[in-house]
Nanobody
């Protein structure tokens, strides 16, 4: 397993932007996929964005066009650039590392609050 530490959360006004970071303790290329999830108040955890080892990405419909997942392999860090934020984006955001035959690793989460 790998330790993941998310950062970059905070309070932002609607239409604002934030960039979340997920720093891994080891080589992220060991994992087939790095993902961002979120869990809003009273809601289940949902998958937002995935980046696989080839660099291909995929997004949940509600964030497509607003959020961008990327990674810096040299820094073992995955990012989530979030633009045009809405109050409904308020949630705890989690990073996950997953690979074939590996138990998925999770970070502790970072709080994002979108409010005027």
């Amino acid at each position: 397993q790998v330790q993941l530490v998310e950062s970059g959360g905070g309070v932002v006004q609607p239409a604002g932007s934030l960039r979340l970071s997920c720093a891994a303790s080891g080589d992220i290329l060991r994992f087939d996929a790095m993902s961002w999830y979120r869990q809003g108040p009273g809601k289940e955890r949902e998958l937002l964005a995935v980046i696989v080892s080839s660099g291909m990405t995929n997004y949940e419909d509600s964030v497509k066009g607003r959020f961008t997942i990327s990674r810096d392999n040299a820094k073992n860090t995955v990012y989530l650039q979030m633009n045009s934020l809405k109050p409904e984006d308020t949630a705890i955001y989690y990073c996950q590392a997953a690979g074939y035959g590996l138990i998925p690793s999770w970070g502790q989460g970072t709080q994002v609050t979108v409010s005027s």
